[in-house]
């Protein structure tokens, strides 16, 4: 059993219900975004808004994909990592999430979604979560939107149900997350109503560039939105990548298995009217975990009956804390991270790696054979008792 099997929250004197907004950004990894890469301007809007926002220097995926990374920032936990997956079939979550537990303490929830809804069952997901609503593309207006990959539209198309729902429901406490799909491959980011940028003589990069630069003006699109409603100074807003993004710097494209920075390292920030006013940095390691127990303390709700593993970002996480990672497809990788070292085991499939990061964020320089065989041993069977004890706490399916 999940130590949160049975968790439910308690007010507390300080407790405030302010509203609570997560914004995903799709396959948008930390570097292509400009708060993390200054050089790159792809995402002006989300730079100006770091300046007032927290700001989680390295944070993480646990899994690569995007409906893992949703069911990590709703549920707190780690996503199931062997077949079969159970998040998007009945009870097949083994703890309240986050709008489960909200809508207990009177928060209406709702999930938009610019793709099609068979787009990784997020329907069953959505139910299982706690949201009450739902939203994804085929309630939506299309008209003049561009496709912008080969199950979506521009993200803008969320915008009208937002502002319909918002002003049914602003008048109490809700928890709304909004599903971008723009990042994703085919990256048809060119040629839109908002034009076009050149960042890079590549054209497939220059494309999925183009891509974030159309999330960043959504992001904006929909804070206007909430300030035009009179929702903005109420609202916690929490904006994350949900996985990161190869272009081949390791011999693969995509996201699944891409085990490397490029494909887990992705951004985060909270931002909140009258908190972080200076921007505030957390330095030490954190991921997808984290949001869950970072948003209740927000709320100043405590946690009782049960205990997630991640912690609030309102302080730093434990020098000591060591990371977790699996590929999305079984038995291919599995890795580590333990201060500025990564460890990266691939089932045999190809060599063991290990890189330290502080000097090689690249990770271009294998320092495997520079260890011994029981340190490298330890920190294989390390990794394989943390994905035992992940997938003991799910159901069998």
């Avoid at 308690?10 to 292509?32: C, D, F, M």
């Avoid at 992001?219 to 949900?242: A, H």
Wanted: glycine share 8%.
């Amino acid at each position: 059993r999940a130590p949160a099997a049975r968790a439910d929250l308690a007010e507390t004197p300080g407790t405030e219900k302010r509203n609570v907004v997560l914004i995903h950004l799709e396959s948008t990894r930390a570097h292509a975004t400009t708060p993390y890469h200054n050089d790159l301007e792809t995402t002006p809007f989300l730079e100006e808004l770091a300046r007032e926002s927290l700001l989680a220097d390295r944070y993480y995926t646990v899994v690569p994909h995007s409906s893992e990374a949703v069911a990590s920032v709703n549920c707190g936990i780690p996503p199931r990592l062997v077949s079969p997956t159970t998040e998007a079939e009945p009870g097949g979550i083994p703890v309240p999430c986050l709008p489960n537990l909200l809508k207990e303490e009177g928060y209406a929830t709702v999930l938009f979604q610019s793709s099609t809804e068979h787009f990784e069952n997020f329907r069953g997901r959505t139910t299982n979560f706690g949201y009450e609503e739902y939203y994804p593309l085929e309630t939506m207006e299309v008209r003049d939107a561009a496709k912008t990959n080969y199950f979506g539209y521009e993200d803008d198309i969320m915008l009208e149900p937002s502002e319909e729902w918002l002003k049914e429901h602003g008048d109490e406490p809700f928890l709304a997350e909004y599903l971008l799909g723009t990042g994703h491959h085919d990256y048809q980011c060119l040629g839109t109503g908002y034009g076009q940028e050149d960042f890079s003589e590549d054209d497939l990069i220059n494309r999925y560039l183009n891509c974030m630069r159309l999330q960043d003006i959504f992001v904006e699109n929909l804070m206007d939105q909430y300030k035009e409603l009179g929702l903005y100074e109420d609202t916690i807003f929490v904006i994350y990548g949900d996985h990161g993004e190869g272009f081949g710097e390791h011999g693969r494209d995509g996201h699944n298995d891409t085990i490397w920075e490029e494909g887990l390292k992705v951004p985060l920030l909270i931002h909140a009217p009258g908190w972080f006013e200076n921007g505030e940095r957390v330095e030490g390691l954190s991921n997808h975990t984290d949001v869950l127990p970072t948003v209740l303390e927000m709320l100043s709700y405590e946690i009782q009956n049960g205990e997630y593993p991640g912690y609030s970002l309102l302080r730093e996480p434990p020098d000591d804390r060591t990371l977790f990672f699996s590929c999305w497809f079984e038995d291919q990788c599995l890795a580590s991270i333990e201060g500025t070292e990564k460890y990266i085991y691939h089932y045999g499939n190809r060599p063991d790696e290990l890189f330290d990061l502080s000097i090689d964020p690249s990770e271009r320089e294998n320092l495997v054979d520079e260890r011994s065989e029981e340190e490298i041993d330890e920190r294989r069977q390390d990794l394989l008792a943390w994905r035992s004890s992940v997938d003991a706490t799910y159901p069998t399916g």
